[in-house]
C-alpha cells in the first residue's frame, strides 16, 4: 500500500495521536495531503485559495514547537500540527478572503476570525481557503465567481453549498476537517451530499468575529470532519464567549459526550412528519427511517411529533435572510475595500462597482430584500416574516418538551447534477426546505451519512436540539457511528 | 405579485446597483415568482404573535468599556482601491 495514501486516510483523531506518537511529523503529515490535493484537485476544485508554502512552514513550526515542548516535559496544545481547511468566507490574516465573490477578489484580511484564532493557537495548519456560493448564498456552490466544486462521490454532480468546498475536501481526504458556515443549512446540506459529519452549533455558540456577514441573525460558524467524534472536538475548541461578538453567549462548553459506551437509554427523539412529505427521494426517506430504527435499537424512545409550521421555514427564511443581507452588502460600495469601478462621481461608483462585483444570485438576494424592507412593503414582508418565525420558534419549544432531539432528512434528495436547476432560483430554494428551520429557530443541528441511493449517493440525517445542548447530539450521532460504518465509506478517486 | 419594471428599477436604484436592461427583465420575473411563494406567510393570522429579531436565548454579556488597540491607519488603508495621506481616496461626490 502506498504509505502516503495511508495518511489521508487517517481522521481528526488518528492524525493527532499518530503525530503525538512520533511515528509522523506534522511536514510528513501536511505534504500527503498536500500531495494528494495536487493531484486530485483538478477534477475537484474544492480550494479558492491553496496555501502550501505557508501550510508546510506552520507545520514545520508545529513540529519544532512539540519537540521542544517534549524536552521540557509540557502538554502540546490539543491540535498542534493537525491540517485543516477554511471557508473563503472567514478571515486569515494575510490570506485573502474573497467569499467566492469578484468584488472581494483581492481582498487579504487584516486580522484573524476568533474561530481561526482558537484553532492556530491550538495548533492547526491552514492548508488553504475552500470554495463557496457567493457570500454564502446558494445551495450547490455553482454561485461561485471561482469555479463550481465536483461532489467527489460522482463529479457530475454538485457538492451542496454554499460550504460545498469544506464538504468535498473532507469527502476527497484532502483534510480529516474543515471549517464552514451555516445561514440555512450551509454545513449540514453539503455534509449530507458529501457523506461527512458536520455541526451547526447553537447560535450564540461560536463566535462570528472574522466572518464576513450574510444574514447577522442566522449566520453560525461550524465544522465538517468524518466522525461526529471528530466534529465534537474541534467545535469545543472553537466554542465559547468572545468579547468581539456581543452575540457570544456565556454557556460553559461541555465536556466531551462522545464516551465510548455512552447508552442512550431514557433519552427520546422525536420524528416530525412535516419532513416526510411529497416530492422527498423514496431513498431518503427510507435511509433515514432505518437509522431512526437504529437509534431506538440503541434504547432511544422513537416519538411521532409535529412541527406544524415547517412549510413556512422556506418563505420566512426568503425575506429575513436577504433583508439582513441587503444591509450588510450596503458595505461593498468601493470605498474601503473590494472591487471599485471609478468611471464618474462618487454615485456612479457605488452603482458600478456592486453591479459588476457582484454575482447574479447575490444581486437577486440583495434585491428581494431591499423590496422586503422598503417602505410600504416592510409590514408585509419583513415584519410578517419575523413573526412567523416566532412561530417556528414555538414549535421547537413545544417539540422539546416532549422529546431531547429532533432527527429529521437533512434535504429531500441527494446530490443533484451541477446545473440542474438552471436558471430557476425558486427551485434551487427549496433544496433547503429541511435545514431552514434549524436557523430560524437557532438551535443546534448535525448531520451525518445514514446511507446510499442507488446511485451511490450519500444520504445524510439530521438531529436537531435544545439551544446549547450541541452534547446530546453529539452522544447519539457517536453511538450511532459505533455500530454503523456509513460515515467511514470513502469515494473511489 | 407581479412587479412592474419600474419597480425594479426603483429597487435597483435603492440599492445602489447598476442593471443591465437583461437583468432588469429577468429579475422582475423571477422576482415576482419569489414573492408570489412566500405570499404563503399572508395567511397566517400573527395579530398576538410578537416578532422575532434575535433567537438569542439569554441575554448577551457586554464587555468592560475599556479602550484598546484596534487596527493601524495602515493596516486599515492596505486593501483601499485609492488612498491619500493617510485617508481613502474617493472620486468628487458632487458633479
Known amino acids: 500500500m502506498n504509505p502516503m495514501a495511508a495518511l489521508t486516510d487517517l481522521d481528526v483523531k488518528e492524525c493527532l495521536r499518530t503525530l503525538d506518537s512520533g511515528q509522523v511529523s506534522s511536514v510528513e503529515l501536511t505534504r500527503a495531503f498536500?500531495?494528494?490535493?495536487?493531484?486530485?484537485?483538478?477534477?475537484?476544485?474544492?480550494?479558492?485559495?491553496?496555501?502550501?508554502?505557508?501550510?508546510?512552514d506552520e507545520a514545520r513550526k508545529a513540529d519544532e514547537r512539540r519537540a521542544a515542548l517534549e524536552k521540557t516535559g509540557e502538554d502540546t496544545p490539543p491540535l498542534l500540527g493537525l491540517p485543516i481547511t477554511v471557508k473563503d468566507v472567514l478571515c486569515v490574516k494575510g490570506v485573502r478572503a474573497t467569499c467566492g465573490s469578484k468584488i472581494l477578489e483581492n481582498f487579504c484580511p487584516p486580522f484573524n476570525a476568533t474561530v481561526v484564532q482558537r484553532l492556530l493557537d491550538a495548533g492547526m495548519v491552514i492548508l488553504g481557503k475552500t470554495n463557496t456560493d457567493e457570500f454564502a448564498m446558494g445551495s450547490s456552490t455553482e454561485n461561485s465567481a471561482y469555479g463550481v466544486t465536483h461532489n467527489p462521490w460522482d463529479l457530475s454532480r454538485v457538492p451542496g453549498g454554499s460550504s460545498g468546498g469544506s464538504a468535498a475536501a473532507v469527502a476527497a481526504r484532502f483534510a480529516p476537517a474543515a471549517l464552514g458556515t451555516d445561514t440555512g443549512g450551509s454545513v449540514r446540506q453539503p455534509a449530507?451530499?458529501?457523506?461527512?459529519?458536520?455541526?451547526k452549533p447553537t447560535y450564540g455558540r461560536v463566535s462570528r468575529y472574522g466572518l464576513i456577514a450574510y444574514g447577522s441573525s442566522l449566520d453560525c460558524v461550524g465544522v465538517l470532519a468524518r466522525s461526529a467524534e471528530d466534529a465534537e472536538y474541534l467545535l469545543r475548541l472553537m466554542?465559547?464567549?468572545?468579547?468581539?461578538?456581543?452575540?457570544?453567549?456565556?454557556?460553559?462548553?461541555?465536556?466531551?459526550?462522545?464516551?465510548?459506551?455512552?447508552?442512550?437509554?431514557?433519552?427520546?427523539?422525536?420524528?416530525?412528519?412535516?419532513?416526510f412529505i411529497t416530492g422527498i427521494q423514496p431513498e431518503v426517506e427510507r435511509a433515514v427511517r432505518e437509522a431512526v430504527g437504529v437509534l431506538g435499537e440503541l434504547g432511544v424512545e422513537i416519538v411521532e411529533i409535529s412541527l406544524p409550521h415547517t412549510e413556512y421555514a422556506?418563505?420566512?427564511?426568503y425575506l429575513i435572510a436577504p433583508a439582513e443581507a441587503s444591509a450588510n452588502l450596503?458595505?461593498?460600495?468601493?470605498?474601503?475595500?473590494?472591487?471599485?469601478?471609478?468611471?464618474?462621481?462618487?454615485?456612479?461608483m457605488f452603482f458600478r462597482s456592486r453591479g459588476r462585483g457582484f454575482g447574479a444570485e447575490v444581486k437577486r438576494r440583495i434585491m428581494l430584500g431591499t423590496y422586503a424592507l422598503s417602505a410600504g412593503y416592510y409590514d408585509a414582508y419583513y415584519g410578517q416574516a419575523q413573526k412567523?418565525?416566532?412561530?417556528?420558534?414555538?414549535?421547537?419549544?413545544?417539540?422539546?418538551?416532549?422529546?431531547?432531539?429532533?432527527?429529521?432528512?437533512?434535504?429531500?434528495?441527494?446530490?443533484?447534477?451541477?446545473?440542474?436547476?438552471?436558471?430557476?432560483p425558486l427551485a434551487m430554494y427549496?433544496?433547503?426546505?429541511?435545514?431552514?428551520?434549524?436557523?430560524?429557530?437557532?438551535?443546534?443541528?448535525?448531520?451525518?451519512?445514514?446511507g446510499f441511493d442507488q446511485d451511490g449517493?450519500?444520504?445524510?440525517?439530521?438531529?436537531?436540539?435544545?439551544?446549547?445542548?450541541?452534547?446530546?447530539?453529539?452522544?447519539?450521532?457517536?453511538?450511532?457511528?459505533?455500530?454503523?460504518?456509513?460515515?467511514?465509506?470513502?469515494?473511489?478517486l | 405579485m407581479a412587479l412592474t419594471r419600474e419597480e425594479v428599477e426603483h429597487i435597483a436604484l435603492l440599492a445602489r446597483l447598476e442593471l443591465s436592461e437583461e437583468e432588469k427583465e429577468r429579475y422582475r420575473g423571477q422576482l415576482s415568482a419569489i414573492l408570489e411563494h412566500v405570499a404563503a406567510l399572508q395567511a397566517l393570522d400573527t395579530s398576538q404573535i410578537e416578532p422575532t429579531s434575535s433567537v438569542l436565548p439569554r441575554r448577551s454579556r457586554l464587555r468592560e468599556d475599556e479602550a484598546c488597540a484596534g487596527l493601524e491607519t495602515t493596516q486599515a488603508l492596505e486593501n483601499a482601491p485609492a488612498s491619500e495621506k493617510d485617508q481613502f481616496r474617493v472620486p468628487p461626490v458632487l458633479g
Open chain 1, 314 to 317: 422556506l418563505p420566512v427564511y
Open chain 1, 430 to 450: 427549496l433544496e433547503d426546505v429541511f435545514s431552514l428551520p434549524a436557523n430560524l429557530a437557532g438551535v443546534p443541528g448535525l448531520a451525518f451519512p445514514v
Open chain 1, 457 to 492: 449517493l450519500p444520504i445524510g440525517m439530521q438531529l436537531m436540539g435544545r439551544h446549547f445542548e450541541e452534547d446530546t447530539l453529539f452522544r447519539i450521532a457517536h453511538r450511532f457511528q459505533q455500530v454503523t460504518d456509513w460515515h467511514v465509506c470513502a469515494p473511489t
Open chain 1, 192 to 199: 449530507s451530499f458529501c457523506g461527512v459529519t458536520g455541526i
Open chain 1, 330 to 348: 450596503a458595505r461593498y460600495d468601493g470605498v474601503r475595500y473590494g472591487l471599485r469601478v471609478e468611471e464618474g462621481g462618487m454615485p456612479e
Open chain 1, 388 to 424: 412567523v418565525r416566532t412561530l417556528i420558534r414555538a414549535d421547537f419549544d413545544a417539540a422539546f418538551e416532549k422529546v431531547d432531539a429532533v432527527a429529521a432528512p437533512v434535504a429531500p434528495t441527494t446530490a443533484f447534477p451541477i446545473g440542474g436547476h438552471g436558471d430557476d
Open chain 1, 239 to 275: 466554542a465559547g464567549y468572545d468579547p468581539r461578538d456581543a452575540t457570544t453567549i456565556d454557556v460553559p462548553v461541555p465536556q466531551t459526550a462522545c464516551h465510548a459506551k455512552g447508552h442512550l437509554k431514557g433519552l427520546r427523539v422525536g420524528v416530525p412528519k412535516e419532513y
Open chain 1, 34 to 56: 498536500l500531495k494528494r490535493i495536487e493531484r486530485l484537485e483538478p477534477e475537484i476544485r474544492a480550494f479558492i485559495t491553496l496555501t502550501p508554502e505557508r501550510a508546510l
